[in-house]
């Protein structure tokens, strides 16, 4: 029994044996491929790691950097240092008059470039010892500014001085450009000057011109009839009236039922009744007016009036002594103490019998039939007009003082400009809102400026606040009389507008836009040509 057992356990030894030493060397082996997957792997990571190029290494790519100039001891970085704190010191030198100096740092700046350029034509980078003379040299050069006192607290010193002198003779370099400006705009030139002249005396040498305009009194009618188109112009300017109401009868799909109510001053007054009654525009009606006719406008009725009478308001607009000359130079335009610039906001009164007008200033070309404009609905405004609002600028708080309680309390700062220049106004709702007196209440409340500036669109803005309606854009195009016009723009727009001071008939006018302008301007007229209108 016991051998048996003990043969019994001799195979079971053997089995478990052999088994044991199995799983032993399959373990050794699986130990011995991780470790070797292991040691070929660290490579691959290492490598892939110190190739990932790092954010300076990317900031570099973008630059004209070499690895030299990136070395802690870098040559060409300090010798590009040396070159830009020269040129400071030469520019500080030239101002001593130290010009022994800055000729010796100029010599040097040019040395130095040309030892950069000759290393970066060869593609080498510098070496020390080829460039320790250059750098020796500039050194010294530069040290020697310190005994000039060229130290950075006084370079500085003197760079914001310099600085501050270019801006006060900037300064007064645009201010005299203004002036100078605003003077050529509101000079008479000689040829305007000269047919007015000639006109007048035409007027009153010949009878028949007279006659011409006794007989054209029969067409009378006209000018109250409400089915026709009424236009109105308040200018002292005969070419330029000439010009609007041309361009009207030229682009009007029926001239014959178009009437412009002329209103100019005593002055002007014969020289417009000749020249328009010399002269046809396609069956259109003028009538002409002048100012001085109306017993209305006087300054109990007229608060402008009283204020623009005052010796103080046209001492403070025509001198500008009583602010120490902070007046801007274009509010002393004589154009705003004119009469005739502010009877826009008395058009009722002047035309008592008509409802619906539409208003041209004297400096706009019409290239576009006007008709439609008639009966364009303006849902119970007063005025129709093209809002200018598209820059912020254009906006209530350009134009008007919303420090002001009274304006504050009443008016939105950001509340859209409008464009006078082409305006359609309802008369019958202008009399019905008693849009007058809204004019009359605010110029009383800004007898002493500080609402807003003297000129119109101030107090348009302010009358007309809440009973304007806008008009497509295409109507109306501002802006060739001081700036840039896409000229798709100016294609499509029925009225261009020539409003700041390169007007077209002066000689500071855009030549670009003068084509426009002169089109409408016959020059063979005799009366032009004696006058030498060009």
């Known amino acids: 029994m016991r051998r048996r057992g003990s043969e019994f356990r001799r195979p079971v030894r053997r089995r478990f044996s052999n088994v044991f030493w199995l799983t032993l060397c399959g373990l050794l082996i699986l130990l011995l491929i991780v470790l070797l ?18 954010r300076n290494d990317r900031t570099v790519e973008g630059l004209n950097i070499t690895e030299e100039m990136l070395k802690p001891d870098s040559v060409v970085r300090q010798i590009n240092d040396q070159i830009s704190l020269a040129k400071a010191f030469v520019v500080i030198a030239k101002e001593s008059n130290n010009l022994q100096y800055a000729w010796e740092l100029s010599a040097q700046i040019r040395n130095s470039q040309i030892l950069l350029s000759n290393a970066a034509l060869r593609r080498t980078p510098l070496t020390t010892g080829e460039s320790a003379s250059s750098i020796r040299d500039m050194a010294l ?17 003197r760079l914001k001085a310099k600085i501050q002198g270019l801006e006060e003779q900037m300064n007064s370099v645009s201010e005299k450009s203004s002036k100078f400006g605003q003077i050529a705009a509101e000079e008479v030139p000689k040829s305007l000057y000269c047919l007015g002249v000639r006109l007048t005396t035409e ?74 009654t010399i002269n046809s525009f396609r069956g259109v009606t003028v009538d002409v007016q002048k100012i001085e006719d109306f017993s209305w406008l006087n300054a109990s009725y007229v608060p402008v009036l009283k204020q623009l009478q005052d010796s103080a308001t046209q001492s403070y607009y025509f001198s500008g002594n009583n602010d120490d000359g902070r007046t801007p130079i274009k509010f002393r335009n004589p154009k705003y103490l004119s009469m005739l610039n502010h009877l826009r906001f008395y058009i009722p009164e002047v035309f008592p019998a008509l409802k619906k007008v539409v208003f041209l200033d004297d400096d706009v070309v019409v290239q576009k039939d006007l008709s439609p404009l008639f009966s364009i609905d303006l849902n119970g405004n007063v005025n129709g007009a093209v809002e200018t609002c598209m820059e912020t600028f254009h906006r209530y708080h350009k134009y008007l003082n919303f420090s002001h309680p009274l304006i504050h309390t009443h008016f939105d700062p ?52 809440g009973l304007t309606e806008p008009l497509n854009e295409s109507w109306h195009v501002l802006g060739l009389g001081y700036t840039n016009v896409d000229p798709q723009v100016i294609e499509k727009g029925a009225v261009l507008h020539f409003n700041g001071n390169s007007k077209p008939w002066l000689k500071i006018g855009m030549e670009k836009y003068k084509p426009l302008w002169e089109k409408y301007l016959d020059y063979t007229h005799p009366l032009l040509q004696q006058c030498n209108v060009h």
């Open 37 to 54: 997957s292991r040691d070929s792997n660290e490579p691959t990571s290492r490598s892939a790691y110190t190739k990932r190029p790092s």
């Open 141 to 157: 050069l530069l040290y020697q500014a310190q005994q000039f006192h060229y130290d950075s607290a006084t370079m500085m010193m």
């Open 203 to 276: 007027w009153f040498k010949n009878s028949n011109l007279q006659r011409k305009l006794n007989e054209k009194r029969e067409m009378a009618q006209k000018l109250i009839d409400n089915d026709l188109y009424h236009f109105c112009v308040f200018s002292d300017n005969v070419l330029a009236t000439s010009v609007v109401v041309n361009s009207t009868a030229l682009n009007s799909k029926d001239p014959n039922m178009v009437v412009f109510h002329i209103v100019t001053d005593e002055v002007n007054y014969a020289a417009m009744k000749a020249w328009f």
């Open 414 to 465: 950001d509340a859209c400009g409008w464009a006078f220049g082409m305006n359609v106004f309802d008369l019958v709702e202008w009399r019905n809102r008693k849009v007058t007196g809204i004019y009359h209440y605010w110029q009383e409340k800004n007898v002493d400026r500080t609402l807003w500036k003297l000129g119109t669109l101030p107090p348009g803005l302010l009358t007309f606040y």
